[in-house]
């Protein structure tokens, strides 16, 4: 292995110069990466290209080093200067798909692993098996939307009114309020703590799918903190006390912040937040949380989560939870309606039963929108809290402690800042939309291979 060359590759900046929106973030905003997958694929381009740099043949990149190379080109000056350093330069060769191609890709495919092998060991799966980031959570899409489900079982609930209420009818008859009442509500209770149950132990048996060096278990706190509550205000609210407690950021007398003279930098979150208070100067926390929450390096966080919860529901594994949970509310549903419909007819009282007949219609509602979000809010989370970070050392890190503990360990001279902040936005929600509803993560397969010159 050529050490220094290695070395010199390795140290190269992608994200250089310093700008808002640069190589890194960038790359994972447009292919809804998450933080630490993005870092470990250009490390993993960076190692294609030395290789790239070595070989008198052909070397071909998997798909989603070919997602990291294309986005590189596009960064023209900083191609050429990398390649100045590669000591020649390495041209993109893309696929024709023709049969030549084919076999030619091939044999180039086979040449780089055995070469990665020989210089670096075993090539990450994550990175070379896996077409794109989600390839490792190892989900079946369904075949269905949850809208289409959603419109089925409302249709069948029409179709099946008639058929179902003369097959009850006698029952019915045969019971008397308040008996039925008694024993509607205790059905419902039965059925919903029983639902509650199967829901987590499935989502929880979902992760047991997922590839050991799945993405998922390698997520930042910040990222786990925004899933956990579906909100970016809370990662603000964690960057920004993190400022504060090290110093590097200053509450004045007249409740506003500004940036102090020496600054603790740790992550891009925090460069992002004194850049902004160094441009503004003093400003209240609530302009300041506005502006924050459109910059790229939160907007990736609500991108690339969202983007998982999507896959998540898309996914065959959910698709069938949420029909199983959609077909018990909707039999609960119907045996408190043809109820309705019987002491109608009998000219019975129904006020209690309509009433809730209606109840466990808007909580079924509610319940089906909560189940679509219960893996990222808690199971996932949960995961995390019990057997992932027990396993580190997370002591002294207070990112973790903050997605463990929550506002209880923020600052007690910032904790008001964040209450006005809240007041004066009257409950409206804080930057939890995304847009992240076209395609998750395709990545470009075009490209078969490189050659130098």
């Known amino acids: 292995m050529n050490t220094e060359l290695w070395k010199k590759i390795e140290k190269f900046d992608f994200d250089l110069p310093v700008s808002e929106y640069n190589f890194t973030l960038r790359l994972a905003h447009e292919n809804y990466w998450t933080q630490n997958f993005t870092q470990q694929a250009i490390l993993e381009y960076k190692k294609f290209m030395y290789l790239a740099s070595v070989s008198d043949m052909m070397v071909s990149p998997s798909e989603i080093v070919d997602t990291v ?46 070469l990665y092998e020989a210089h670096f060991g075993n090539q990450p ?13 190892n989900l079946k899409k369904s075949r269905f939307k949850l809208r289409t489900a959603v419109i089925i079982g409302i249709t069948s609930f029409i179709i099946l009114t008639v058929p179902l209420y003369l097959l009850l009818k006698p029952l019915y008859y045969s019971i008397e309020n308040p008996d039925f009442i008694i024993l509607y509500l205790s059905l419902i209770i039965c059925a919903v703590l029983g639902l509650e149950w199967f829901n987590r132990r499935k989502l929880a048996q979902s992760i047991q799918m997922f590839d050991k060096d799945s993405f998922v278990f390698e997520l930042r706190p910040y990222e786990l903190i925004y899933l956990k509550n579906q909100n970016i205000s809370t990662v603000i ?18 409740k506003t912040i500004s940036a102090n ?40 966080i609500i991108k690339s989560m969202s983007a998982v919860k999507k896959y998540f529901n898309r996914s065959k594994i959910f698709s069938n939870l949420f029909v199983i949970n959609l077909i018990v509310f909707l039999l609960l549903i119907m045996f408190g309606f043809l109820r309705t419909a019987t002491g109608i007819l009998r000219e019975k009282p129904v006020s209690q039963i309509s009433f809730a007949v209606i109840l466990l219609t ?10 679509t979000i219960l893996f990222s809010t808690k199971v996932l989370p949960d995961f995390y809290r019990t057997i992932i970070l027990p396993k580190r050392n997370t002591s002294n890190d207070w990112q973790w402690s903050y997605f463990l503990m929550g506002t209880a360990v923020l600052t007690a001279s910032f904790v008001p800042l964040i209450l006005r902040t809240a007041s004066n936005d009257s409950g409206s929600s804080c930057g939890t939309s995304s847009s992240s509803d076209s395609s998750c993560g395709s990545s470009c397969s075009s490209c078969g291979g490189c050659g130098g010159d």
């Open 69 to 114: 190379w294309h986005q590189h080109l596009i960064f023209t000056k900083s191609y050429y200067e990398f390649c100045q350093i590669l000591g020649k330069q390495i041209q993109h060769i893309p696929s024709t798909h023709n049969k030549e191609d084919f076999q030619k890709f091939k044999q180039a495919k086979e040449r780089t692993t055995k």
């Open 125 to 137: 799966g994550k990175i070379w098996n896996r077409s794109n980031l989600y390839g490792s959570l």
């Open 237 to 254: 609210n964690g960057t920004v006390n993190e400022l504060i407690d090290n110093g590097s950021i200053k509450i004045n007398k007249d």
């Open 261 to 300: 003279n020496l600054t603790f930098i740790k992550s891009r979150e925090h460069q992002q937040v004194i850049d902004l208070l160094n441009e503004l100067g003093q400003v209240s926390y609530q302009n300041l949380l506005i502006q924050l929450m459109t910059k790229p390096v939160f907007a990736n």
């Open 362 to 371: 808007l909580f079924m509602i509610g319940y089906l929108f909560r189940l």
